[in-house]
């Protein structure tokens, strides 16, 4: 199944940079596993945002929230997940 999800990062200001730091890098290494399994199959930054657009590619509605909720950076996130379906004028 294949899922749209933005993710939109709102890190506390007082957070130490060192803390936020080690989240951020907790996160790309949980990302990059993840992209390598197949199951994130694109990630695409929003200009001028800390944000993005990904594309999942899972077995389950549970097995998505799963993975996100996961995500080091979760806490800080605000989510919206899209459902995707193959488009009848797709020649992929």
């Known amino acids: 199944m294949l ?11 007082d957070m130490p940079a060192a803390q936020a730091d080690e989240i951020k890098a907790r996160e790309k290494a949980y990302a990059q596993d993840l992209q390598r399994q197949g199951k994130w199959q694109q990630l695409y930054r929003v200009v001028g945002e800390y944000a993005n657009y990904s594309i999942f590619d899972v077995e ?6 799963t993975l996100l909720a996961a995500l080091p950076l979760f806490p ?4 919206a997940v899209t459902p995707l379906a193959k488009h009848p004028s797709s020649i992929r």
């Open 3 to 13: 899922y749209l999800v933005r993710m939109d990062v709102n890190l506390p200001h």
């Open 60 to 65: 389950s509605n549970d097995e998505l929230h």
């Open 76 to 79: 800080y996130m605000k989510l």
